[in-house]
């Protein structure tokens, strides 16, 4: 014999297998998984502390979990969770429309700090699109000179590619993503009109081989970049965090000349003595350098090398700035719609 | 007047509280089978229910509104979703037409063909397995007897047939081969534009032996494919009819990388600018497969990952484990613009901790933006997974107001996180839960315990609506293929 289930002690709708065609708001739903996961995907030198300890590594990301999704974690080895965040891919596509459509998208929409839906139940691979727009269309993966980047459109190229506008190339630091560029930019990119182009650089360890031929790459992408989204000529701009300082620096003011207007530091320090030695580290200086904004913390250590090397790169008649701020860098709340406007205008 | 009525009772139809949900699919199997008979020379009077419009379809007055004027012998084919709708309406209809020669066909009787036949006395005979030639030669030997009943159909290989008051089970039929011997659906008989999803087939049949599976069971777990040269053709006729899209719902296209690859190149060489969908197998699709897939035109590929326990997966024999999941699917989301992953949770052995593991896959894959489509076990009675039931089948626990959702029968109503059954259609329900045997699909196994636990988890995430939650409504639904008649 059978039993019959009463039919109002916990009366549910199971209607799955098949696309619902359903959205809510992504607030609705713990994603706290998701974001932990996104962010390891993206960098690995977060990958070894998600596998170690995924409670741990999200409270340092600030990522909230919900209880659930502690105990879904807390169960899972940590040679699953390597995999886990080794094997997901972020979705990348050319396509905005293909962009939006995963769910991993509303996650780094999450992260990125903008709203987003999603599909619920069977989810994924259709997209909500409401009004028949497309929506979220600000941002995108691409593949550009071989490089995986995060692009931020500001409303002006969104409306029209071809109209050319001021473009900010950016690495962020080991331990961030590609999506903090974004975080740190977006608010002056909307301001001033700007479009941001973030390396994704952290996904595979950086050999020094890597690095150097990021460095070499970095006039390249934005070539490539600019077939697609117009530049204004003479407005390319760069931003490097932390350990990316070294890349830009070999990229930007050695070798040959590239058309950079200006590039801000924030933190980190080029390879080389800068202090004992400023003329050695600028020996392969290229001619016509680009304007140096460079922030630094009164507490971090490299403090001393970067007022020498701003000094040195004075010395060579490139326009300068050292932005001294209170502490440390990584801690500072700094102003980007004023580091923008001294990029832009040197001012 | 037509020789046969052939009409295909396969359908998906949700009804919610303010709107109805349909797939409306190119009914495969029963244009293939009317092909089949109208090669044999036989007129045959097709229709098909998916488009036929009722306000109340699931009614005896609108099955008999549908089949109204039939040809002396009807052919009805079903799937188990539907089963216990269509055996009870086709009682009223039986009634009003008693000189008709009714027969059911499709899967929906599969393995119960006897005791559908003993305890529906309305029903004269079922076809087992392939219906092409079975339909042909039960059609020949009701013609050539010249009458409708007392005629002897134990030389029909393959059926079920009623002989006086003895049920009687003839013998099985072989399997077609080649398949490719078997004449293209009978497209002549559809408006394609009239349908969502394109259906085509590349093979017939499974060798995989997945414990759950319902299909490969009905192919005696022996697949046959067709050739690269006669898909290309049927493809070739679909588009020129107006499909732009073609879902490919055999669970063995991926039968192997060389055969696959040999049917890209062939798409390629003839220059066929259609899209298609089509299942993946995770340990049969490697890089170049689904490479060679996309370059020709596949812009979805879908997987049954099934679980994310390696326990689970290994005792449902599924042949891969769920790091192979994983690895696969992230290469195909990177080359697909659209992949599907089907998990299935409720086993009766899967454990809290193993379904955890599943969940936890589900929301790694979704992070990836594969689409999850998560379905509810339904242990259908031609599955290993219900035969090692054995004496556990008594604890199957009938709940109406939670079915899976490849049993869902269009008479539920859903809404606010809650299915009603409206009185009119509690017969239906009543019938099923008066015969487990028949239709065990609709029936779960320790609801409290295996079942609710898992689904509040599932609805928590996102993969089943839930109660309070706000949700929106998209333009579209599209076809997944997954419901193809």
Known sequence: MTQRKASSQDPVTIVGGRPMHRAVEVSQLPTGIEQILTLSALDCSLRDRFAA??????????????????????????????????????????????????????????????????????????????????????????????????????????????????????????????????QRWRAAADKYGFNIVSVNWTEEPATQQAKDKLA???????????????????????????????????????????????????????????????????????SGPPALYYVMGTSDAQLDSAK???????????????????????????????????????? | MADITLANLNMLYVRYIDRIEREIHLPLGPLY??????????????????????????????????????????????????????????????????????????????????????????????????????????????????RRRGVDLSQVAGIAWRDGDRVVVNAPRGRIAPVDAISLPAYHHVDLKRYRGINMISSRGCPFPCTFCSVAPVWGRHPELRSAQSIVQEMTLL????????????????????????????????????????????????????????????????????????????????????????????????????????????????????????LLHMISSRTMGVRILPSLLSMLPQTQLYAELGGDRGKLEFCPEMFPEYMLTGQEVCGDGRTRIAPEYEETFSFIERNPDLFPGFFHFDVKGNVLPKHRLLSQFGFYPMEGRTELLGSEVECCGAHSP
């Open chain 1, 216 to 286: 070499a790459d970095l006039g390249s992408i934005l070539d490539e970049f600019g077939k697609t989204y117009a530049i204004t000529p003479g407005y390319r701009h760069l931003s490097g965090r932390g350990a990316a300082t070294p890349i830009l620096w070999k990229g930007a003011f050695e070798g040959a000349a590239h058309a950079w207007r200006s590039v801000v530091f924030l933190g980190g320090v080029p390879d080389g003595d800068w202090v004992g030695a400023p003329e050695t580290a600028l020996a392969k200086l290229s």
């Open chain 1, 53 to 182: 300890d995924p409670i741990a590594a999200a409270a340092s990301k600030g990522v909230r979990l919900q209880p659930t999704e502690e105990a879904l974690l807390r169960q899972t080895p940590a040679e699953t969770l390597r995999a886990m965040a080794e094997q997901a891919v972020i979705p990348r596509a050319m396509s905005r429309r293909a962009f939006v459509k995963p769910v991993a998208a509303s996650i780094v929409a999450l992260i990125t700090g903008s709203a987003f839906l999603l599909c619920s139940g069977c989810t994924g691979a259709d997209s909500w699109d409401p009004d028949g727009g497309e929506a979220g269309t600000d941002q995108m993966w691409m593949q550009i000179a071989g490089h995986t980047c995060y692009v931020y459109l500001c409303a002006a190229s969104q409306q029209d590619p071809t109209k050319p506008v001021p473009v900010l190339l950016a690495l962020h630091d080991l331990g961030e993503t590609c999506l903090s560029n974004v």
């Open chain 2, 239 to 358: 588009h020129e009819r107006g499909a732009e899209l073609i879902l490919f719902q055999d669970e063995y296209f991926v039968s192997s990388a060389g055969r696959v690859q040999e049917l890209c190149s062939a798409i390629r060489q003839c220059g066929l600018k259609v899209h298609w969908k089509a299942f993946g197998r995770i340990d049969l699709t490697d890089l170049a497969t689904m490479e060679a897939m996309a370059d020709a035109g596949c812009v979805e590929l879908r997987y049954g990952v099934e679980s994310g326990s390696d326990r689970v997966l290994s005792r449902v024999r599924k042949g891969f484990t769920a790091k192979q999941a994983s690895e696969v699917m992230s290469a195909a989301v990177g080359i697909f613009p659209g992949v599907d992953a089907f998990y299935m949770w409720g086993f009766p052995f899967e454990t809290m901790e193993d379904f955890q593991q599943t």
């Open chain 2, 33 to 146: 089978v009317a092909s089949s008979l109208e090669r044999a020379g036989f007129e045959v009077d097709f229709r098909d229910y998916q488009l036929f419009e009722r306000a109340r379809l699931f009614t005896d007055d609108a099955i008999s509104d549908f089949l109204q004027g039939p040809a002396d012998i009807v052919f009805v084919s079903c799937m188990a979703n539907l089963l216990p709708f269509t055996l009870l309406a086709t009682r009223r209809f039986k009634k009003e037409h008693p000189e008709v020669f009714l027969a059911l066909g499709g899967v929906g009787a599969a393995s119960v063909e006897r005791e559908v036949l003993e305890r529906c006395p309305w029903i004269d005979a079922i076809g087992i397995g392939e219906g092409e030639r079975t339909t042909v030669e039960l059609a020949s030997a009701l013609r050539q007897a010249g």
């Open chain 1, 308 to 347: 020498a090397l701003t000094q040195a790169l004075s010395t060579k008649g490139a326009t300068t700035k050292l932005a001294e701020v209170s502490g440390s860098t990584a801690e500072a709340v700094l102003d980007f719609s004023a580091i923008w406007i001294w990029l832009f205008s040197h001012e």
